[in-house]
């Protein structure tokens, strides 16, 4: 079955910390994988897209990581601040069913200062 | 602003009452895009056009929901005799319409329904 897990559901830092966020995916076959940023009340937002021959991709103090081999990708974010309070949601498109994105649950990100 | 936007933001409606939403994706976007969003969850898809067309329909699509983009611009969703269990975050979203897995869809800021 084509599914998106993410772990943890939530998690609360300090400002100024760095966090991992954890996906693992079933889908397949596999083209990319998306992150997408929701805040409380919003639309998400894409931060970033790995294809499958991509490993690490950053954007500002967000990185990611993908390992097609093992199925898993994660969102690593560096010297969090308030803003950062969000969901993040891992989204991998389904290739044989018109690229319809299957999301993940998502993980909700508190910056505490 | 030329992002995707919805209308209204927010809805409170009595339960049996029908509302439709609007959405007005970004301009030349071929796809548009329906989602259904519940607390703590993941976004659902619920259906999608190419231009005019309806392509595909979820399961969660019942009969009391339908959506139309008449002139493959903008899109209404309407949902007939509303239930408790509609309430939910209605997202729209868009897109080139590329072959390429790669399309990026865009995402309007929501509506959020309250049945009571």
Same mark, same amino acid.
């Given at each position: 079955?084509?599914?998106?897990?993410?772990?943890?559901?939530?998690?609360?830092?300090?400002?100024?910390?760095?966090?991992?966020?954890?996906?693992?995916?079933? *889908?397949?076959?596999?083209?990319?994988?998306?992150?997408?940023?929701?805040?409380?009340?919003?639309? !998400? *937002?894409?931060?970033?897209?790995?294809?499958?021959?991509?490993?690490?991709?950053?954007?500002?103090?967000?990185?990611?990581?993908?390992?097609?081999?093992?199925?898993?990708?994660?969102?690593?974010?560096?010297?969090?601040?308030?803003?950062?309070?969000?969901?993040?949601?891992?989204? *991998? !498109?389904?290739?044989?069913?018109?690229?319809?994105?299957?999301?993940?649950?998502?993980?909700?990100?508190? *910056?505490?200062? | &602003?030329?992002?995707?936007?919805?209308?209204?933001?927010?809805?409170?409606?009595?339960?049996?009452?029908?509302?439709?939403?609007?959405?007005?994706?970004?301009?030349?976007?071929?796809?548009?895009?329906?989602?259904?969003?519940?607390?703590?969850?993941?976004?659902?898809?619920?259906?999608?056009?190419?231009?005019?067309?309806?392509?595909?329909?979820?399961?969660?699509?019942? &009969?009391?929901? #339908?959506?139309?983009?008449?002139?493959?611009?903008?899109?209404?969703?309407?949902?007939?005799?509303?239930?408790?269990? &509609? #309430?939910?975050?209605?997202?729209?979203?868009?897109?080139?319409?590329?072959?390429?897995?790669?399309?990026?869809?865009?995402?309007?800021?929501?509506?959020?329904?309250?049945?009571?």
């Amino acid at each position: 079955k084509n599914q998106v897990e993410q772990s943890p559901q939530s998690l609360i830092i300090l400002e100024g910390k760095n966090c991992t966020l954890q996906c693992n995916y079933t *889908v397949s076959p596999f083209s990319n994988l998306r992150w997408y940023k929701q805040d409380t009340g919003r639309g !998400p *937002v894409s931060l970033t897209i790995m294809t499958f021959s991509e490993n690490t991709k950053s954007n500002g103090r967000y990185t990611a990581t993908l390992d097609a081999d093992t199925k898993q990708s994660s969102l690593h974010i560096t010297a969090s601040q308030l803003s950062d309070s969000a969901s993040y949601i891992c989204v *991998v !498109p389904r290739v044989l069913a018109g690229n319809m994105l299957t999301f993940g649950g998502g993980t909700r990100l508190m *910056v505490k200062p | &602003d030329t992002g995707v936007s919805q209308d209204p933001r927010h809805k409170i409606t009595k339960r049996g009452q029908n509302v439709t939403f609007r959405c007005d994706p970004i301009s030349e976007h071929n796809r548009l895009y329906w989602y259904r969003q519940t607390l703590g969850q993941g976004p659902e898809f619920l259906t999608y056009f190419q231009n005019e067309a309806q392509l595909e329909k979820s399961r969660l699509l019942s &009969d009391r929901f #339908s959506a139309e983009r008449p002139k493959g611009s903008f899109s209404t969703l309407e949902i007939q005799r509303t239930e408790q269990g &509609d #309430s939910a975050m209605y997202l729209c979203a868009s897109s080139q319409g590329l072959a390429d897995p790669t399309d990026t869809q865009y995402f309007g800021p929501g509506t959020r329904l309250t049945v009571l």
